[in-house]
């Protein structure tokens, strides 16, 4: 354990100190000396981000739940406590039972966001943890990592021992009664990695050799062990009713990102968007009943006191009972004050209706996620959507009273125009049109409209995955066109980092060579990168330019539909044929039905949207 006398003497000197106290509402302390296997689990960022993150909820529960496991929390601190702790030598530590971090047998991270790749190597360092994996002996802890990132895992290739592929509900389990056998024998971290290798969802990079061509391209992987598969198969969970599903949230004592209940309704996405990689590698869709639901809501409210719920899906509008669902639920929470909320909406007429059950507890803003401001553009990203949509879906929520609408928007898609462009400007103009041509009798409150975009990033194993981003210029360019065109105070224009976005491709789409990349940026002071005021661009570039890394080669190359891509050794279920049906597709403007009207034959084995019926 650590000092507690310098812990106290440090967090009377820092904003927040609740973010590194622990003992919160349900939060979980066990006797760790008595533990047989100890895992922390890290979520990349400040404890109010990670407080957020559902993942981080099941994980926790899910470990603790077995008697002789311990899984304790620990976040990136903040600036100004890692100052005093670096100031006072104190090691980073766990909230639960202020154990030092390097103390545990795993430190297991979510990869949700590229950007916090450079807190993982701070959160090794402040640990006392080497951070490349092979400097790491029998008696550190195994560092692994898992999410949706991890998807491409070669960019932290150098420091990860091995990769979790997929869903993690009931693999986790598999893995520590798999390091708790290993350990009660003669325990060698190198025969625990061979033996784990051959479990389905892991991947070990020590195992392979990557061999690049003379033009940086990748020639080949090498398989360096005998127990390691060529192809790394993603993990996925048949039954969301019967898994592991926490019935209880830790309550932090400070404000969050998200002050709720998060209830996760259904897994996967038939809708095709071909800028989504959740939606290609979360298929096929797995819905969880309404019972089961209600259940775990009622649950959650009772051991939270929260007062909202909110639904949690890729496409929450498209669980197939949500009706009943609400109602159902507005049925036990109405007199409780607990209201229902619906993240983001697509353009569906029939929502208001859902909508209507959710406002007799209390109404919101509303988010709609359009996603290109013309037909042509929807059409090429498959977003299945139309300008008609829109006006149905706002026409009768102004009507219903509400006045505040965010549209989402991306700029940077294949092949935008500036027409397509502006079309963001025109759709922002309409929905205003349309709150004013409402009688004067329906319209409740100040019109408030907030038009954001997002600069398009390529990811792995989507149908864009072969295309090259925007330069930043562009982008600037891009966003300023609709910026200096929109010329009324009813709608404001914001718009998302372009070198941030040319960074996140960057890793995103890179190889091994990256791993270099993230460590000397570290090195040079690099952390918190998804945060603004501590984003160093300038630094960033000076690192390339220092290990000769052209990122222009990652983020902006258009690549050969036959070019071995660094993730092609994942098998997400959804084939690259398929992905490369689908482009082809979105350059001739052609769209995809969603899977519930036909199947696209993605390649996902036993779908369950096989013989769906509207």
Request: charged share 30%; proline share 4%.
């Amino acid at each position: 354990m650590i000092n507690i006398k310098t812990l106290d003497k440090i967090l009377k000197k820092v904003e927040k100190p609740a973010r590194y106290i622990g003992m919160e509402q349900n939060s979980i302390e066990k006797d760790i000396s008595n533990a047989k296997v100890k895992f922390a689990f890290s979520f990349p960022d400040i404890y109010d981000v990670g407080m957020s993150h559902l993942g981080l909820h099941i994980l926790y529960n899910l470990i603790n739940n077995e008697k002789d496991y311990v899984c304790e929390r620990v976040f990136a601190p903040w600036t100004d406590m890692e100052e005093e702790m670096r100031k006072e030598n104190l090691p980073l530590f766990t909230l639960e039972s202020k154990e030092e971090v390097k103390n545990f047998d795993f430190l297991g991270f979510t990869l949700q966001y590229e950007m916090s790749y450079t807190n993982i190597l701070n959160i090794l360092d402040l640990s006392d943890i080497p951070l490349r994996a092979k400097d790491r002996g029998d008696n550190a802890p195994l560092v692994i990592a898992g999410g949706p990132c991890a998807y491409n895992p070669e960019p932290l290739a150098e420091f990860i021992d091995f990769f979790v592929i997929g869903e993690g509900e009931e693999i986790t389990l598999e893995i520590l009664k798999l390091y708790e056998k290993h350990k009660a024998e003669n325990w060698s971290k190198d025969r625990f990695l061979e033996d784990i290798a051959t479990m389905e969802g892991i991947y070990v990079p020590k195992f392979y050799q990557v061999v690049y061509n003379e033009d940086n391209t990748i020639k080949e992987r090498k398989v360096l062990n005998s127990t390691a598969p060529e192809k790394i198969k993603k993990r996925m969970v048949k039954d969301l009713n019967t898994m592991f599903s926490p019935e209880s949230m830790v309550v932090p004592y400070i404000e969050t990102v998200h002050d709720r209940v998060i209830m996760e309704i259904f897994r996967g996405c038939t809708r095709g968007c071909r800028f989504c990689q959740a939606g290609m590698i979360y298929r096929p869709v797995r819905e969880k009943s309404v019972d089961r639901l209600v259940e775990l809501a009622e649950n959650l409210v009772e051991n939270t006191g929260y007062e909202n719920v909110s639904l949690s899906s890729l496409s929450s509008c498209d669980y197939s009972e949500l009706h009943l669902l609400i109602e159902k639920l507005m049925e036990n929470f109405e007199e409780k004050k607990v209201g229902v909320s619906l993240p983001s909406l697509r353009l569906d007429s029939f929502i208001v209706d859902i909508l209507q059950e959710i406002e007799k507890v209390r109404k919101s803003g509303l988010t709609f996620a359009p996603e290109a401001g013309s037909q042509r553009l929807r059409d090429v990203i498959n977003k299945g959507v139309t300008e008609e949509d829109l006006v149905n879906t706002v026409t009768r929520i102004f009507r219903e009273g509400w006045s505040t609408v965010k549209l989402y928007f991306m700029i940077g898609l294949p092949t935008e125009t500036d027409e397509d462009v502006l079309g963001i400007r025109d759709l922002a103009y309409k929905v205003k049109d349309i709150f004013f041509e409402t009688p004067k009798e329906q319209r409740k409150g100040n019109l408030k409209i907030t038009a954001s975009a997002s600069c398009f990033v390529p990811k792995p194993f989507t149908p864009f995955q072969w295309l090259g981003q925007d330069s930043i210029e562009e982008f600037y360019r891009k966003a300023y066109l609709v910026k200096n065109n929109i010329k009324d105070n009813k709608i404001k224009f914001t718009f998302h980092d372009p070198k941030l976005s040319y960074l996140e491709a960057i890793i995103s789409r890179g190889d091994r060579k990256i791993s270099e990349l993230i460590l000397k940026a570290w090195e040079m002071g690099c952390k918190f990168d998804g945060w603004s005021e501590h984003f160093k661009y300038d630094t960033w570039i000076e690192v390339m330019e220092e290990l000769g890394i052209d990122g222009d080669f990652y983020a902006l190359r258009n690549r050969d539909l036959e070019e071995n891509l660094p993730w092609d050794f994942i098998d997400p279920g959804v084939s690259k044929e398929y992905l490369k049906r689908e482009y082809n597709k979105s350059l001739g403007e052609k769209i995809t039905d969603d899977c519930r009207i036909s199947c696209n034959a993605c390649g996902i084995v036993d779908c369950t949207m096989r013989g769906y019926k509207f």
